[in-house]
């Protein structure tokens, strides 16, 4: 499974707005910049932030976009399910559906296996917000056996 640049970007671009925005506006052309991503891709991922309502747009000089809550308040699963379809592992359409992308609607064997995947890395970017990554405080991971 690989999030889509849609997510990865908004994410970067957040992480940045968080770490910069103390109170004030921040232009995308400075995000652009910071985090050398495309003005034109990120004015197309903050109309769907500010349509989910994670981020407010202030006009006029000095403007820019603002959170609408604390970054310790917005969860990575925040943002990438703004911009991006829902985090899923499986090829069927959608989340708990009892139909299976197999013909006749079957479950393929290892359907359980990818949606219980999904499920853990949705609800790991849930518990992570951008103030832990702006303040690179991810949860360790478990050792790897050798």
Same mark, same amino acid.
């Given at each position: $499974?690989?999030?889509? +640049?849609?997510?990865?970007?908004?994410? $970067?671009? $957040?992480t940045?707005?968080? %770490? !910069?925005?103390?109170?004030?506006?921040?232009?995308?052309?400075?995000?652009?910049?910071?985090? !050398?991503l495309?003005?034109?891709?990120?004015?197309?991922?903050?109309?769907? @932030?500010?349509?989910?309502?994670?981020?407010?747009?202030?006009?006029?000089?000095?403007?820019?976009?603002?959170?609408?809550?604390?970054?310790?308040?917005? %969860?990575?699963?925040?943002?990438?399910?703004?911009?991006?379809?829902?985090?899923?592992?499986?090829?069927?359409?959608?989340?708990?559906?009892?139909?299976g992308? $197999?013909?006749?609607?079957?479950?393929?064997?290892?359907?359980?296996?990818?949606?219980? +995947?999904g !499920?853990?890395?949705?609800?790991?970017?849930a518990s992570?917000? @951008?103030?832990d990554?702006?303040?690179?405080?991810?949860p360790?991971?478990?050792?790897?056996?050798?």
């Open positions: $499974m690989q999030l889509s +640049t849609k997510g990865r970007y908004a994410v $970067m671009a $957040m940045d707005l968080a %770490s !910069q925005g103390e109170g004030h506006p921040v232009t995308l052309a400075e995000i652009a910049e910071r985090q !050398q495309s003005v034109a891709y990120l004015e197309q991922l903050f109309a769907r @932030l500010r349509r989910r309502g994670l981020v407010q747009s202030v006009r006029g000089p000095g403007g820019g976009y603002l959170l609408t809550k604390t970054a310790a308040e917005t %969860s990575i699963a925040d943002v990438v399910t703004a911009v991006d379809e829902p985090l899923r592992a499986t090829r069927c359409a959608g989340h708990g559906s009892t139909l992308c $197999m013909k006749g609607g079957v479950k393929c064997a290892t359907h359980n296996l990818w949606e219980a +995947t !499920q853990l890395i949705h609800d790991y970017f992570i917000s @951008l103030a990554v702006a303040g690179g405080r991810l360790s991971l478990p050792a790897r056996a050798a």
